[in-house]
């Protein structure tokens, strides 16, 4: 199975908390890899934005990966939230899915961290 070259992630400190930054495609292939980028040291903090404005698929190996950070976020009392502005195919199947009744979806990763 090879990975997407047109997936990429990376994180971004910002006061108060971390980003999360995916672009391209999240898949079966490249969904392991969204799921490290969130497990990285890097990426804990009290406040952690996924940012999917950039993300043109998502499938539901994407939506483990996400609902999976969810549960994690609970249980260390920490914040999460996804951000989806501009990004409607990813917003669309937020809906569909009934996830975006559970997770906290913003526009932009502003709306959360300075």
Same mark, same amino acid.
């Given at each position: 199975m090879s990975v997407n070259p047109l997936f990429q992630v990376r994180h971004e400190s910002r006061d108060?908390?971390?980003?999360?930054?995916?672009?391209?495609e999240i898949d079966l292939a490249t969904s392991p890899l969204l799921r490290e980028a969130l497990l990285?040291?890097?990426?804990?903090?009290?406040?952690?934005?996924?940012? /999917?404005?950039?993300?043109?698929?998502?499938?539901?190996?994407?939506?483990?990966?996400?609902?999976?950070q969810q549960k994690r976020a609970q249980e260390h009392d920490e914040r999460f939230a996804v951000a989806v502005g501009g990004a409607t195919a990813v917003q669309r199947i937020l809906e569909l899915s009934? /996830?975006?009744k559970v997770l906290d979806i913003i526009a932009d990763p502003g709306e959360r961290l300075t």
């Open positions: 108060g908390g971390v980003v999360v930054v995916a672009g391209g990285n040291p890097e990426a804990r903090a009290a406040t952690v934005v996924l940012d /999917l404005r950039e993300v043109t698929f998502i499938d539901s190996s994407g939506l483990g990966v996400i609902v999976g009934g /996830l975006a």
